[in-house]
């Protein structure tokens, strides 16, 4: 399997690419609540735990850091150091091949555009509703299969 669009795809759904560019924080808790309930959250819709860890690494340590330390400072993205372990997690989830330090590099390099790739492939996943077989009429046989129908994706209520 592999991601189901590239890493710049997401450029292409502003619904998704600005928050991931203006408030990535967001867009990283709300990746991390779908892996973790399997049902879809808009981008905006991940306040919490990571999108607190998230935003204070990437934004307020990161500040503090680049004033102690100087501009060189800015070369460590702290941000990036917590949200590819939710990259992995998505990897090792759907089967797309790949390691911790491409992760890790891929959110180090093009964050923004990481997180959308994630939420895409999650929104993908997630909405997509399974197929399963229910029988209408007595046990199915192989001369009689049973009708297939369409179960609806969980959505968050937000």
Known sequence: MSWSTDLCGGCSDCGICCPACCCPCFVVGSNAKMLEENIYYPPMAGTGGPCCIHGSLGGLIQGVAIYILGPLAALVHFGSCYAYQYRTAIRERYGIPGGGVGDCCTHYWC????????????????????????????????????????????????
């Open 111 to 158: 964050g923004p555009c990481a997180i959308c790739q994630e939420h895409i492939h999650l929104r993908d996943n997630i909405m997509r509703p399974p197929i399963q077989a229910i029988p209408m009429h007595g046990y199915p046989t192989p001369a009689n299969p049973p009708p297939l129908a369409m179960v609806p994706p969980k959505v968050a209520n937000i």
